[in-house]
């Protein structure tokens, strides 16, 4: 009977699948141990019943790049919420926009010039983050809400998001993402599936379990004293959602998630979309989690469980990889021809089998949201969503291939906007 020792190279590929394997494992384990929180655990809403208050000075700023299709829904929005209006100061930031995005927004102003106050961003560095990072300098009072151009906050959404920085020890809040385009076409329902998952199930239980809830850049805010004291919003980033919510975290700052508290976007109705979206995504985490990684696990202020839990929220968008390197060490394994030897590879490919063709758990976080929110027949859709899992696996590699070409070769990172379906707007 052969043995590894005759087999060296085909042993040396074995161990590295089999560490491939318990990697996917673990994030399986996760995703299980989310879904059975949201199942049968103890569910924290700690937030949620303050409705009167001597609520404080916000500013809401509004991310708008060529968003004439959007821009006004969003203005008409939040000036229809409940928030006193003399505690709310409404800024549209009009970033370079070469459409009518900011003859949309000057309409506005004139209509309600005590109200909204515009900051057309005429130069500086591209990208929503740089854009941000300029306009949060016109910020009044210590909490900034954020949302994209596409989103619709309903009446109620800024108190909602407001409560839980009563609590000092909060930086960020986000509250829930749902699709408002998902009746489109088949790759918008698939990701109204994934945003339930993810929201619904994901966000709940990390907030239900005491770990780390994530602040994603729109339908949330931040305390701005926070924000400085860890060292200011960056601009040098794809994701400065994910930037800012670790830093926030190995500092000592609380990120709180609302799961009842909804606005409604946009989702990419095109592949080809959703693609340069998943790319920017993959290109932006990995920046932060190369950058982080070692000061978020070394962070007194977090529990180990936190640790690792963050630790692999920062890895996601690596995981990829190590699929595609899993899938050849496989493959390769079998064109070596190593005999009898691949029988004691079966349990490693049968593992495989469960760790990469999307993570059943995964999966089963999807079950779980769309029974929660009530709509049984989605799950019709779920075997598509194996099509979506392959389209951002390759993508998400690709990000990776092209970040190391970035650092490499000096090359400037670009955003690439995503692009927007709606086909009327009131100007």
């Given at each position: 009977?052969?043995?590894?020792?005759?087999?060296?190279?085909?042993?040396?590929?074995?161990?590295?699948?089999?560490?491939?394997?318990?990697?996917?494992?673990?994030?399986?384990?996760?995703?299980?141990?989310?879904?059975?929180?949201?199942?049968?655990?103890?569910?924290?809403?700690?937030?949620?019943?303050?409705?009167?208050?001597r609520w404080p000075m916000?500013?809401?700023?509004?991310?708008?790049?060529?968003?004439?299709?959007?821009?006004?829904?969003?203005?008409?929005?939040?000036?229809?919420?409940?928030?006193?209006?003399?505690?709310?100061?409404?800024?549209?930031?009009?970033?370079?926009?070469?459409?009518?995005?900011?003859?949309?927004?000057?309409?506005?102003?004139?209509?309600?010039?005590?109200?909204?106050?515009?900051?057309?961003?005429?130069?500086?560095?591209?990208?929503?983050?740089?854009?941000?990072?300029?306009?949060?300098?016109?910020?009044?009072g210590d909490i900034a809400?954020?949302?994209?151009?596409?989103?619709?906050?309903?009446?109620?959404?800024?108190?909602?998001?407001?409560?839980?920085?009563?609590?000092?020890?909060?930086?960020?809040?986000?509250?829930?993402?749902?699709?408002?385009?998902?009746?489109?076409?088949?790759?918008?329902?698939?990701?109204?599936?994934?945003?339930?998952?993810?929201?619904?199930?994901?966000?709940?239980?990390?907030?239900?379990?005491?770990?780390?809830?994530?602040?994603?850049?729109?339908?949330g805010g931040v305390r701005?004293?926070?924000?400085?004291?860890?060292?200011?919003?960056?601009?040098?980033?794809?994701?400065?959602?994910?930037?800012?919510?670790?830093?926030?975290?190995?500092?000592?700052?609380?990120?709180?998630?609302?799961?009842?508290?909804?606005?409604?976007?946009?989702?990419?109705?095109?592949?080809?979309?959703?693609?340069?979206?998943?790319?920017?995504?993959?290109?932006?985490?990995?920046?932060?989690?190369?950058?982080?990684?070692?000061?978020?696990?070394?962070?007194?202020?977090?529990?180990?469980?936190?640790?690792?839990?963050?630790?692999?929220?920062?890895?996601?968008?690596?995981?990829?990889?190590?699929?595609?390197?899993?899938?050849?060490?496989?493959?390769?394994?079998?064109?070596?021809?190593?005999?009898?030897?691949?029988?004691?590879?079966?349990?490693?490919?049968?593992?495989?089998?469960?760790?990469?063709?999307?993570?059943?758990?995964?999966?089963?976080?999807?079950?779980?949201?769309?029974?929660?929110?009530?709509?049984?027949?989605?799950?019709?859709?779920?075997?598509?969503?194996?099509?979506?899992?392959?389209?951002?696996?390759?993508?998400?590699?690709?990000?990776?291939?092209?970040?190391?070409?970035?650092?490499?070769?000096?090359?400037?990172?670009?955003?690439?906007?995503?692009?927007?379906?709606?086909?009327?707007?009131?100007?």
């Amino acid at each position: 009977m052969p043995s590894f020792k005759d087999y060296p190279v085909a042993a040396a590929m074995a161990s590295l699948l089999f560490l491939i394997v318990v990697i996917m494992m673990l994030y399986g384990v996760r995703h299980f141990l989310f879904t059975m929180n949201r199942l049968a655990g103890v569910q924290r809403h700690p937030y949620i019943d303050i409705a009167l208050a001597r609520w404080p000075m916000i500013t809401v700023f509004i991310a708008a790049h060529n968003e004439e299709k959007v821009i006004a829904g969003c203005i008409e929005a939040l000036l229809n919420t409940d928030y006193p209006a003399e505690r709310l100061k409404i800024i549209p930031v009009n970033d370079r926009s070469k459409d009518a995005t900011g003859q949309i927004i000057d309409g506005y102003v004139a209509r309600f010039p005590t109200r909204i106050s515009p900051f057309h961003r005429v130069s500086g560095k591209a990208g929503k983050s740089a854009a941000l990072k300029d306009a949060l300098s016109f910020a009044q009072g210590d909490i900034a809400i954020i949302f994209d151009a596409d989103y619709v906050p309903g009446r109620g959404l800024l108190k909602q998001l407001v409560a839980p920085f009563f609590d000092p020890e909060v930086g960020a809040v986000m509250g829930r993402v749902v699709p408002v385009n998902s009746g489109a076409n088949l790759l918008t329902r698939m990701l109204d599936l994934e945003r339930s998952a993810g929201y619904q199930v994901d966000q709940q239980a990390r907030m239900n379990m005491n770990l780390l809830p994530q602040y994603g850049g729109t339908v949330g805010g931040v305390r701005l004293s926070a924000v400085q004291a860890v060292g200011g919003w960056h601009d040098d980033t794809l994701a400065e959602d994910t930037d800012i919510t670790f830093r926030l975290m190995f500092n000592g700052w609380k990120t709180v998630y609302t799961n009842r508290s909804e606005c409604y976007e946009e989702v990419p109705e095109e592949w080809s979309v959703r693609i340069k979206q998943v790319t920017r995504w993959a290109k932006g985490h990995n920046q932060v989690t190369a950058r982080y990684w070692w000061q978020f696990a070394t962070s007194s202020y977090l529990t180990l469980g936190q640790r690792i839990d963050g630790l692999l929220l920062l890895f996601v968008f690596f995981i990829p990889v190590l699929m595609l390197v899993g899938w050849c060490l496989a493959l390769g394994l079998y064109f070596l021809n190593a005999g009898s030897l691949l029988s004691k590879l079966i349990p490693i490919f049968a593992l495989m089998v469960y760790g990469t063709l999307g993570n059943f758990a995964a999966f089963f976080e999807i079950v779980i949201a769309v029974l929660i929110d009530g709509n049984r027949r989605r799950l019709r859709l779920l075997p598509f969503n194996m099509l979506g899992f392959l389209v951002s696996l390759f993508a998400i590699a690709g990000a990776v291939w092209s970040l190391m070409l970035d650092s490499l070769l000096k090359r400037e990172m670009v955003w690439d906007k995503t692009i927007r379906y709606r086909k009327e707007a009131s100007k």
